[in-house]
């Protein structure tokens, strides 16, 4: 658990950093957020963390807490203060406090509250992460999910009937029965002729830093990426299948609603992928 949070212009202990109860973050969700992971005491993918998050602030109208050097000056400091080598940084922008109503003032002061974790270490460039199971639910989010917000209770409601469910994540189905992304993650399958899919970027998911990385990749491995929907029986009937997220990274998939994947162990696509990450990121133990 992070010890030093920053809320607002202090660091402060973490069982005693709070906001006001009339921040629009709470009461409407109105608030944007990112989770960037730290690897060796590095931030992976940090640009295009904050890439996104000027992109949700400005399609929500929120102006940035500050400057965006500061805020990573701030960033490194939480990191430091916490003594993280592996985990995560988790930061959150608020539309700010005012009084509760539903419209909004465009003059409002942001709230910024950042705070950062610890995780196991990680393993190296040679082994991908163990295999999870995964199930699906539909879809039932609202229909800008390409902006970064707080507002997660469908995607909290997924996740834990996967776990109900004896799985790692929950694959969302839209209405027209493909696969958009997973809970808190997104998702691919690699099909016979060893070509990746995933679904294209637009209204109806996030576009992932980790998904940018593996695209981009992907084209210096010479990887096909086919950025189209795919059913859950396409699913089911893959060679492999991957997560990507910012906490995972690559995270290789044996089962789909109980059907086996390939072979349930093969994932020399993924594996590909994982390991270029790993290298381009120069991530050591």
């Known amino acids: 658990m992070s010890r030093i949070a920053y809320v607002n ?9 709070a906001i006001h109860i009339e921040d629009r973050g709470y009461q409407f969700a109105d608030a944007v957020y990112e989770v960037c992971g730290i690897r060796g005491g590095k931030m992976l993918d940090e640009e295009a963390h904050l890439n996104r998050l000027d992109w949700s602030l400005g399609e929500l109208q929120i102006p940035w ?23 995560m940084i988790y930061l959150q922008v608020s539309r700010g406090q005012a009084r509760r109503t539903h419209a909004f003032s465009k003059h409002m002061t942001p709230s910024l509250v950042i705070t950062a974790t610890s995780t196991s270490r990680p393993q190296n460039a040679q082994t991908l992460p163990q295999a999870v199971s995964v199930i699906t639910r539909p879809d039932i989010r609202w229909q800008r999910v390409d902006i970064k917000t707080v507002a997660l209770l469908p995607n909290s409601l997924a996740r834990h009937a996967a776990q109900e469910a004896g799985a790692r994540e929950a694959w969302l189905i839209d209405g027209e029965g493909k696969v958009t992304e997973g809970s808190s993650s997104n998702a691919w399958i ?11 970027i637009n209204g109806r998911i996030l ?15 010479g990887i096909e990426i086919i950025e189209s929907p795919f059913t859950p029986e396409e699913a089911y009937n893959a060679k492999e299948a991957f997560l990507t997220s910012s906490n995972a990274l690559v995270q290789p998939i044996d ?20 390991r270029a990450y790993y290298i381009e990121n120069q991530i050591a133990p």
Not at 65 to 87: K, S, T, W, Y
Not at 190 to 200: A, G, L
Not at 207 to 221: C, F, M, P, S, Y
């Open 255 to 274: 089962q789909i609603d109980g059907h086996k994947i390939g072979n349930g162990s093969q994932s020399e696509v993924s594996q590909q992928l994982w």
């Open 9 to 17: 212009g202090h660091y402060c202990p973490h069982n005693r950093a």
């Open 65 to 87: 807490p500050m400057a965006r050097r500061a805020l990573q000056v701030i960033m490194r400091e939480v990191i430091r203060r916490n003594h993280i080598r592996h985990g």
């Open 207 to 221: 576009n992932g830093t980790v998904r940018q990385a593996l695209i981009r990749l992907a084209q210096k491995e």
């Open 190 to 200: 690699v099909d016979q002729q060893n070509r990746v899919h995933t679904h294209p």
